[in-house]
């Protein structure tokens, strides 16, 4: 059964520095991998979406996540936070030709000032 | 274009009592799934459907149950609710199987 991990529930940056929000995927074959970000009270937004076209993948918002295979990864990166950019981000595969997505636990984003 | 829209954002009920949920997708789409989303136990998917006709379901009791109508607006039913039936529960929509899910801004459901 295809999975995601994401490592570190809790992620805290200073504003303006690295966000480094980290995932693992098992599958057994090619996946589609997408981000999602989750602002409190509110539903799911698509952050960006992985679907072999190209390894790294630009997003909203500044982020971005490369697609890296021999370490089944897709870390979600931004250069600099900022602080609208505090949320839950939610790691999440689905395989092709279904629409079943299945979620990482989530990793929520302190940005501090 | 509207987004998708879930009715109501808020709902109480108490134990025993059943509750139907409702979303309208993106004009234009004929997929809708459905999310539960848990402090417990993440985001775990409930269903899809697709031109009326269920073509996914998780691992759920027989208690939660969903339909689709022509017009693609779905509705979820959860009859003899449980205290661990509160949740947020999520609607996605895409316009065929592959393509993006965009999702609602889900239904909080507190069980008494």
């Known amino acids: 059964a295809q999975s995601v991990t994401q490592l570190g529930s809790h992620v805290s940056v200073s504003e303006g520095a690295l966000v480094l929000l980290r995932c693992n995927y098992s599958s057994s074959v090619p996946p589609y991998l997408f981000w999602y970000v989750q602002y409190p009270n509110q539903g799911l937004q698509l952050l960006l979406k992985?679907?072999?076209?190209?390894?790294l993948v630009k997003g909203i918002n500044g982020f971005e996540a490369e697609f890296k295979k021999s370490e089944t990864s897709f870390h979600l990166t931004k250069p600099s936070a900022h602080m609208s950019d505090a949320a839950e981000y939610f790691c999440a595969v689905v395989k092709g030709g279904s629409e079943k997505l299945v979620f990482g636990k989530g990793t929520k984003l302190t940005v501090n000032p | 274009k509207a987004g998708v829209t879930q009715t109501p954002r808020y709902l109480i009920k108490t134990r025993g009592q059943q509750v139907t949920l409702s979303c309208s997708p993106i004009?234009?789409?004929?997929?809708v799934s459905w999310y539960q989303q848990t402090p417990g136990q993440g985001l775990q998917f409930l269903f899809e459907?697709?031109?009326?006709?269920?073509?996914n379901k998780g691992n759920f009791p027989g208690r939660f149950s969903g339909r689709q109508f022509s017009n693609s607006r779905s509705e979820m039913n959860v009859s003899t609710l449980e205290l661990g039936d509160s949740a947020l529960y999520l609607c996605a929509s895409s316009l065929k199987t592959g393509n993006i899910q965009y999702f609602g801004a889900g239904t909080r459901l507190s069980v008494l």
């Open positions: 992985y679907t072999s076209a190209a390894t």
């Open positions: 459907y697709f031109s009326e006709t269920q073509r």
């Open positions: 004009s234009g789409h004929r997929s």
